[in-house]
């Protein structure tokens, strides 16, 4: 086994990965007591010292992983976040790169990249993307045409939340969440008692129907990404067992030879 392939034995080992995870998660603590003045009067020093403890620990561990995989470390999407989140926190947040210093805490987004349980979550809401992007614009239309409609009815009776277009938008989408959505309904059936049919049809296709296809979609894109991970772990173990079948033919090929000229030459002495 050659050091390349010792660095990726090591770098991919099980042990390795959750003392990743353990510092990842002991860098989120850190950060967070930083935001406190109380903390940082009495422990400052203390803990910038950890931070930058971690940091190494997370540009050696990158480098390891470079050295392990070379450039087909950067065909990963993962690697590519991973990288990225490293590379943001080593330039020095002194002077003009001082806002960089609220950054240090997209460090605990690698949580993401190394537990793999987040990671399919993560992939699984990337894969619904282009399904909620349509019933986004759905939804959008639906909100605009009964703003439009709600403007024109409530309008002059209800001014503070349908006096114009971009009002009745905003009230509209309160009213999509449900926060106080009775109380603008009964200001409005005040005046108008069978404005109520309008709030319930709308709850029911906003709230109900459209908010409803979106978990929907994301449920199926969970679904369709599990899936895949599945057929591309019973891909690789096939191609690992083929590769030690390969292996083990290779060996009883050459104890046959070996047996072979054994023979040969006991045949010769004798």
């Known amino acids: 086994m050659n050091p390349r392939d010792r660095v990726r034995a090591l770098v991919e080992h099980k042990r390795f990965q959750q003392f990743i995870i353990w510092v990842i998660v002991v860098n989120a603590v850190t950060l967070g007591l930083e935001t406190s003045r109380s903390v940082m009067s009495g422990f400052g020093g203390l803990l910038h010292a950890v931070d930058h403890v971690i940091l190494g620990i997370f540009v050696l561990e990158l480098v390891l992983r470079l050295y392990a995989h070379g450039w087909r470390f950067f065909r990963d999407p993962w690697n590519v976040f991973d990288f990225v989140i490293v590379a943001i926190s080593v330039i020095p947040t002194s002077g003009p790169f ?5 950054l240090r805490i997209l460090r605990a987004l690698r949580l993401i990249s190394a537990v793999p349980a987040m990671r399919r979550v993560v992939s699984g809401l ?3 993307v282009p399904g909620m ?7 959008g239309l639906i909100i605009y045409v009964a703003a439009v409609m709600a403007t024109k009815l409530f309008g002059a009776i209800s001014p503070q ?8 938008l905003f009230t509209l989408f309160q009213t999509m969440t449900g926060e106080a959505w009775p109380d603008i309904a009964r200001e409005v059936m005040a005046a108008a008692p069978f404005a109520w049919i309008f709030f319930v049809i709308y709850i029911l296709i906003s709230s109900f129907a459209v908010l409803n296809l979106f978990i929907a979609v994301i449920v199926s894109g969970m679904e369709k990404t599990v899936t895949n991970d599945l057929v591309e772990a019973e891909e690789q173990h096939a191609a690992d067992q083929a590769a030690s079948d390969a292996l083990i033919l290779e060996e009883v090929r ?8 054994l023979r040969e030459q006991q045949r010769e002495r004798t």
């Open 133 to 139: 992007a349509s019933i986004g614009a759905l939804l």
């Open 98 to 102: 001082s806002v960089l210093r609220a």
């Open 254 to 261: 050459a104890l046959r030879r070996e047996i072979a000229e």
């Open 126 to 128: 990337l894969a619904a």
């Open 161 to 168: 939340y349908f006096g114009d277009l971009g009002t009745t």
